[in-house]
Antibody, heavy 123, light 106 residues
């Protein structure tokens, strides 16, 4: 069974940094692209970032470009989202999502989601 | 960026109803359109990819259609477990973008 378990969320002051993790199991992690999607309280879904199966290619939403960095450790089956210079509007539940393949378009087709981790940016 | 517009933003329906949700893209996205279901406090669930293909385990009462810029999600016979918010998403180009959601209520 595919499982994605996010961790690392919490309360952080504006301007601070946080690193989220997504631990994957039940599939060959190293052969699938992975993404982060966030949802502000009471709002809709917003795509944040995607990373290729081997980690060599990433794309970011303009709202986080230059502040967030996506990486993965395929030996640990774990996805990471380093979030710097956090702002109040980064407050959201962050979900990791698995692509259904390693190349376009399958890499962008989400077939499984984690339960999410809440990030609250507030002083 | 490609804007995704869903309509309606909410709808009231009854068990057994046939429900259709529309999603319009601001430019052509080929058939790279997905649908997700989300219940309160839960993670989204993937329903459909590439406009009309059901994800594994998704019941056949869900169906998707469309092309170019106009797409629809249909639930053939609404059941209590289908009351949720539904989102469309384009993945033709970056940034990947979602529609604003359609809340299906009793």
């Amino acid at each position: 069974e595919v499982q994605l378990l996010e961790s690392g969320g919490g309360l952080i002051q504006p301007g601070g940094s946080l690193r989220l993790s997504c631990a994957a199991s039940g599939f060959t992690f190293s052969t699938y692209a992975m993404s982060w999607v966030r949802q502000a309280p009471g709002k809709g879904l917003e795509w944040v970032s995607i990373i290729s199966d081997r980690g060599g290619d990433q794309h970011y939403a303009d709202s986080v470009k230059g502040r967030f960095s996506l990486s993965r450790d395929n030996s640990k089956n774990t996805l990471y989202l380093q979030m710097d210079s956090l702002r109040a509007d980064d407050t959201a539940v962050y979900f990791c999502a698995k692509g259904s393949g390693d190349s376009y378009p399958k890499s962008r087709e989400f077939d499984c989601w984690g339960q999410g981790t809440l990030v609250t940016v507030s002083s | 960026d490609i804007q995704m517009t869903q309509s309606p933003s909410s709808l009231s329906a009854s068990v057994g109803d046939r429900v259709t949700i529309t999603c319009r893209a601001s430019q052509g996205i080929n058939y790279y359109l997905a649908w997700f279901q989300q219940k309160p406090g839960k993670a989204p669930k993937s329903l459909i990819y590439a406009t009309s293909n059901l994800q594994s385990g998704v019941p056949s009462k869900f169906s998707g259609s469309g092309s170019g810029t106009d797409f629809t999600l249909t639930i053939s016979s609404l059941q209590p477990e289908d009351f949720a918010t539904y989102y469309c998403q384009q993945y033709n180009s970056f940034p990947l973008t979602f529609g604003g959601g359609t809340k299906v209520e009793i």
